[in-house]
């Protein structure tokens, strides 16, 4: 969607490195969610945030979301292998009533490789 | 427990025919998405339902109609298919966006070809 930008569109890093990708909405977010799809598979679901300077972790991945940039990061800490994939942010756009719309618009994802 | 099931896996078809896609969830979900997925493209949403007997359009649903006669299918029509319909399918269901976590969960997909 391009409501819904993600950077980089690619990544390669070597292993035990950080690493970094931004989502930003051009629309107010009522909830914005990170996936991550293996090649070929379905998607995953990671985390969700919905309040300003809310912040996830699941094991060395962790997630922000600053609201008043409508702009979320997703934060790998000495990367390995097994994070390699497809990330996505999805958007919960928050309705004219200021609520859920009901459905999730996706980022175009960041391709992740991780060097051994 | 099988979560959310598409069905085919794997299609051919040739432009101007038509095609159903099955998708079938067991977890008593209230809401159901189609996607598609393409090179580049990120996913991107067909049409969606908040519960059985309603649908709504999402970003791209030119050539595709819907139907959730029962809570847990939800079916993905193309009519008179063209060779740009040909895509990745995902269904994902959820309970429900505001007040839940929010995770969709999602099937395998299903891989269109339109000649």
């Known amino acids: 969607s391009q409501e819904l930008e993600q950077s980089p569109q690619s990544l390669i890093v070597q292993e035990g490195k950080n690493l970094t990708i931004n989502c930003t909405s051009s629309k107010t977010l009522y909830g914005l969610y990170w996936y991550k799809q293996k090649y070929g598979e379905g998607l995953i679901f990671l985390m969700m945030l919905q309040k300003g300077g809310e912040e996830k972790s699941h094991e060395k991945i962790t997630a922000k979301l600053d609201e008043k940039k409508q702009q979320s990061s997703l934060h790998i800490t000495a990367s390995q292998p097994s994070h390699a994939g497809i990330y996505l942010c999805?958007?919960?756009?928050?309705?004219?009533?200021?609520?859920?719309?009901?459905?999730?618009?996706f980022g175009k994802g960041t391709k992740l490789s991780v060097k051994p | 427990n099988a979560g959310v099931t598409q069905t085919p896996k794997f299609r051919v078809l040739k432009t101007g025919q038509s095609m159903t896609l099955l998708c079938a969830q067991d977890m008593n979900h209230e809401y159901m998405y189609w996607y598609r997925q393409d090179p580049g493209m990120g996913l991107r949403l067909i049409h969606y339902?908040?519960?059985?007997?309603?649908?709504a359009k999402g970003e791209v649903p030119d050539g595709y109609n819907v139907s959730r006669l029962k809570k847990q299918n939800f079916l993905l029509g193309l009519e008179s298919a063209a060779p740009s319909q040909t895509s990745v399918y995902f269904c994902a269901s959820s309970y429900g966006l505001a007040g839940h976590t929010g995770e969709l969960f999602f099937g395998e997909g299903s891989r269109l070809t339109v000649l």
């Open positions: 339902s908040v519960g059985e007997g309603t649908t």
């Open positions: 999805g958007a919960d756009i928050r309705g004219s009533y200021g609520g859920s719309q009901g459905n999730l618009i």
